[in-house]
């Protein structure tokens, strides 16, 4: 099986919440800008505060001007330039595992989709960006010529999103530097503020709910059979685990993700098994694999039958985190607090 993207095993060897979408939850983007981000003179609204240098996974970049024409790759960095805005400076885009969340639909609908997954490095190039912005690093694939020197030497500046450098714990500083950088990049901090804000004020009204609330154990079951595919401590599934008041039983895994055996699941017995929904292998299925396998019998979570459900779009490091804490926490604290 396969990942990061279309499938995470894939995607992290080479190194996507909501189960109902929240449109209540006062997240969409900046209303009142001009259409075209700039203001009635012409001139740009964000020459200000260039040039900016951020360093990057290591790569340290200095943008003179923010970027005019970006193309996205992956579906969490596609959602954070809609959710600053920043629809308009969208040259294209590609590679989503799920649909694009509703509040989000009237702005995606205008932007160029260059490929069902990752475009050739000569369609890439031909959609004339000067950014590319990355959600997995398999989008910076050497082996295709994506790769981020490339790109570079092609007059292409580029951003990988930060839970796929490597570096380890990722938690909500890392959301808020994320989503920090980018708007910073593109001129517009002040919408990343605005954004920030809103997303804090529903991390706060989740917590608030599960004020007194027990912490079950929790395994994440991405895929596997041999062996279970889990979220280990280092990405933000982690977090999101933990901030929905569970505790993942693999938290010590120092990987994002990885293979854990089915007698160490059996050794650590979660009370709730979380299912990442995505590719071909739908949750009906993972969850008829679970409860078949005699191995698993006496596990609290399949004795009881106890199952929750993650998008894998809403389980990385993009603007669905406070969702998916909130949706993730309903299903593990079932009427608690409202």
């Known amino acids: 099986m396969s990942r990061f993207p279309g499938s995470l095993r894939v995607r992290t060897v080479a190194a996507a919440l909501l189960l109902l979408p929240l449109t209540g939850c006062g997240l969409a983007p900046t209303a009142g ?5 700039r203001p009635a003179n012409g001139r740009s609204a964000a020459a200000k505060g260039f040039p900016y240098t951020v360093t990057n996974c290591g790569v340290k970049t200095t943008f003179t001007a923010p970027p005019k024409r970006a193309v996205t790759l992956n579906q969490h960095s596609t959602e954070v330039m809609l959710a600053l805005g920043l629809e308009k400076r969208l040259a294209g885009t590609a590679y989503l595992d799920d649909r694009v969340l509703p509040r989000f639909r009237d702005a995606y609908r205008g932007v160029d989709v260059l490929a069902d997954k990752y475009p050739s490095y000569e369609k890439l190039l031909a959609a004339g960006p000067d950014f590319v ?3 997995y690093a398999s989008a910076f694939d050497k082996s295709e010529g994506r790769d981020r020197g490339s790109l570079e030497k ?3 500046r580029t951003r990988l999103n930060i839970e796929s450098c490597g570096r380890g714990p990722v938690r909500m500083d890392r959301l808020r530097q994320e989503i920090r950088e980018t708007a910073r990049t593109f001129g517009v901090p002040e919408r990343a503020d605005a954004l920030l804000a809103r997303q804090d004020r529903q991390l706060a009204a989740t917590a608030k709910r599960l004020k007194g609330a027990d912490r079950p154990s929790v395994l994440v079951y991405d895929s596997g059979d041999s ?12 977090e999101i685990v933990r901030l929905a008041g569970g505790r993942n039983v693999f938290a010590g895994l120092d990987r994002t993700f990885g293979d854990v055996s089915w007698e160490k699941v059996v050794q650590r017995r979660p009370e709730v098994i979380v299912i990442y929904d995505y590719g071909g292998t739908p949750v009906a299925a993972k969850k008829k694999r679970l409860l078949q396998d005699p191995a698993l019998a006496d596990v609290p979570a399949i004795r009881n039958k106890r199952f929750a459900v993650l998008p894998l779009s809403s389980a990385v490091l993009g603007v669905r985190v406070p969702e998916a804490v909130d949706s993730l926490a309903r299903q593990l604290h079932p009427g608690h607090g409202g």
């Not at 595919?229 to 599934?237: D, Q, R, S």
């Open 133 to 135: 912005y990355g959600g």
């Open 227 to 238: 062996a279970a595919f889990t979220a280990g401590g280092k990405g933000i599934g982690n």
């Open 154 to 156: 092609s007059g292409v």
């Open 33 to 37: 800008r001009p259409a075209d981000d």
